[in-house]
């Protein structure tokens, strides 16, 4: 390939048919190779081939591969550039393809097409002494390929223009026009980037136009940003760090992900409430009334709740204590919660912590981590939109623990009133004030709180409920509720004082009123089709004559099914010793708090013992046989 005049090209090249982008001595060019010839060209010369002359082929522009190989070529533009395939990756998806990188060494002449199959071969004439893109000409070229290499699809024709000039004068005739275009729109697009708000919006309506409004907005998004974060009342650490980043963002293209995220990390910030409250209207006699209205019976936990919003109110700034609602499932701790929110006309939040075991749910990801986000708690605030809402912290009992570090030991700092006015979320890497939000957690054992976390709450048990309370609960809230939900009416439903206790003993044994709420779900759900039936039937007769539907003890065994637990029958002391008594029932404790029974002899009861605690419920799982 050497020779005393420089290095030669092959005068026999295999050729490539192209018809996206164009390959100009000294550049290197990605190709994207599908069609028959092309794919037999790397198959059999590139792949195969050991030597580097079989790396070097020649790359014509302008002139796309037919799809058969069948199909005749058509005709090939005649000057195309000899270049070596630095690198192939093949790849089967989303069809066969290969991947050429290619690097120009110079010019030839297609002489004559010697084979067309399996791919082109062609006699060809070489143009350029390579010594020229090595040495003299160097600097010319790199301008020349630096430059034109960032040429998008409009400028293909001009760069197969450049690409025929052979001689260095017309090659610049040809690509000086537009170095000094794009050159150009890129002193524009800066000068806008730097110009002021203001400045920008009396120049841009006259202004110039180059293609390019997507630069304009931009600038003014840019702009937008920057007048976002100097108007989102930051504390000053935080805006210095933001105007770096903007600073940052301002010189980074677009096409970089690290735009991406320092735009998201950018827009979070300035929607974060860091000056944003809500006025706090606490009246301690209506609250008490909203308490009761919404509420039946709890009258401890209603009492406690109502101290400590009294002195919320006349000592303002009072740190802690945290409140934690303990008791079993369904007893509504959630919705105590949701009520001491709109007592004190706060925003409320609720935050499971059930199964969380990475410490970054609460304090977020680093941004060097990929999928970096911020933890729950700065997630809460900036949907809630103000920095004083009342955040649940429901289930702080279930909290795991992982490789990935400890939440309840982030949750510490949350929580304690001396540390969390300057919580440092990984994510934001700068301080937030959580002294304002009020938290209340609630679990349904504090065994399985780690002690350090219980440390900083004051427990409040909240008891399961007696059969008495539940129908009270049922009658006063659950099935107006439910009522409403399902659009029904009262003169549509009824559900007599003795059905609701029916279903209270025999379909659902639990400590709360969840299943109970269910169940009556169930029943306004099967009335509901009855009632809209009637209501196609004609105007006069809308209110069939059965209506108020009553639900009944047959009605509740039709809808629900046969009841899953009997009645209870109180043994008498001794009954065991009977010699009637064979066998005893055996029953479990399913409620949640199990995990917490002190011995294992525990759970076991007999139908009618009601000393082991209201609060639980049982589920039958067998019998015992007495052995005599
Ligand atoms: N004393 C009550 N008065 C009126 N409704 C109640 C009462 N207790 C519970 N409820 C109702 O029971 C349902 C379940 O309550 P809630 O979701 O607050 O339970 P919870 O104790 O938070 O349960 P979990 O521990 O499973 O989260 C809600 O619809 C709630 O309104």
Redesign the pocket.
């Known amino acids: 390939m050497a020779s005393s005049g420089g290095i030669q090209i092959p005068s026999r090249l295999p050729l490539l048919l192209t018809h996206e982008g164009v390959l100009l001595p000294g550049s290197t060019v990605r190709f994207s190779v599908d069609s028959p010839r092309n794919m037999q060209l790397v198959g059999q010369r590139l792949l195969k081939g050991t030597s580097l002359k079989s790396t070097i082929i020649g790359v014509i522009p302008n002139s796309r591969d037919p799809e058969q190989d069948t199909d005749d070529l058509p005709a090939l533009h005649n000057i195309g550039t000899a270049g070596i395939a630095v690198q192939v990756v093949g790849s089967n998806w989303p069809k066969p393809h290969y991947t050429l990188l290619i690097t120009g060494l110079c010019r030839f002449r297609v002489c004559s097409l010697l084979k067309e199959r399996p791919f082109v071969l062609a006699e060809v004439e070489q143009l350029d002494k390579l010594e020229q893109y090595t040495t003299s000409a160097a600097e010319g070229d790199a301008a020349e390929h630096g430059e034109l290499k960032e040429l998008s699809q409009k400028f293909y024709q001009a760069a197969v223009q450049v690409l025929d000039a052979i001689s260095l004068e017309e090659r610049f005739q040809k690509a000086l026009p537009m170095l000094t275009r794009q050159i150009e729109g890129l002193k524009l697009l800066q000068r806008s980037r730097k110009m002021s708000p203001d400045k920008e919006k009396r120049v841009t309506p006259s202004g110039f136009n180059l293609d390019g409004e997507d630069e304009d907005e931009d600038g003014d998004d840019m702009a937008a940003l920057e007048r976002k974060i100097h108007g989102a009342s930051m504390p000053e650490a935080a805006l210095r760090v933001c105007l770096k980043e903007l600073k940052r963002l301002k010189k980074m293209p677009q096409s970089m992900p690290e735009f991406a995220l320092t735009r998201n990390y950018l827009d979070l910030m300035v929607e974060l409430p860091w000056n944003r409250n809500t006025k706090d209207c606490l009246d301690i006699r209506s609250a008490r009334t909203l308490l009761d209205n919404?509420?039946?019976?709890?009258d401890k936990l209603k009492r406690r709740v109502l101290e400590y919003l009294a002195v919320r109110q006349l000592k303002t700034t009072l740190k802690g204590p945290i409140l934690c609602?303990v008791?079993?499932?369904?007893?509504?701790?959630?919705?105590?919660?949701?009520s001491i929110a709109r007592m004190l006309g706060r925003e409320f939040h609720r935050i499971a912590l059930g199964g969380v075991c990475d410490q970054s749910d609460i304090r977020g990801h680093r941004r060097t981590y990929v999928g970096s986000m911020p933890g729950r708690i700065i997630n809460g605030l900036k949907m809630v939109g103000v920095n004083n809402p009342v955040f649940l912290l429901?289930?702080v009992d279930k909290l795991g623990k992982s490789l990935q570090g400890d939440p309840a030991a982030a949750l510490l700092e949350v929580l304690d009133p001396e540390q969390n006015h300057s919580f440092t979320d990984h994510y934001l890497n700068v301080a937030f004030d959580l002294s304002q939000v009020l938290f209340i957690a609630?679990?349904?054992t504090t065994a399985t709180i780690p002690p350090a976390l219980l440390d900083r709450m004051e427990v409040l048990q909240?008891p399961g409920?007696t059969q008495e309370?539940k129908v009270e609960?049922a009658h006063?809230?659950?099935i107006p509720?439910q009522l409403e939900q399902h659009g029904l009416t009262p003169q549509q439903l009824h559900i007599p004082q003795d059905s609701s206790r029916d279903i209270i003993c025999r379909y659902t044994r639990e400590a709360?009123?969840?299943s109970l709420?269910r169940k009556i779900g169930a029943i306004c759900r099967a009335v509901a089709v009855k009632v809209a039936e009637g209501r196609r039937l004609p105007e006069a007769v809308t209110a069939p004559p059965e209506m108020p539907i009553v639900i009944d003890h047959v009605a509740l065994k039709d809808i629900l099914g046969p009841p899953p637990f009997e009645t209870e029958v109180s043994p008498t002391p001794g009954w065991w010793s009977l010699p009637n008594i064979r066998f005893m029932q055996v029953f479990v404790c399913t409620c949640?708090c199990r995990s917490a029974s002190p011995s294992p002899v525990w759970p076991w009861v007999w139908p009618g013992h009601r000393s082991v605690g209201r609060s639980c419920s049982w589920r039958p799982v067998g019998w015992r046989e007495k052995v005599s």
């Open positions: 919404d509420h039946y019976a709890m609602f008791g079993p499932p369904g007893v509504g701790k959630t919705s105590v919660g949701r429901d289930e609630t679990a349904n909240v409920y309370e609960i006063r809230h659950l509720n709360g009123v969840r709420e949640r």
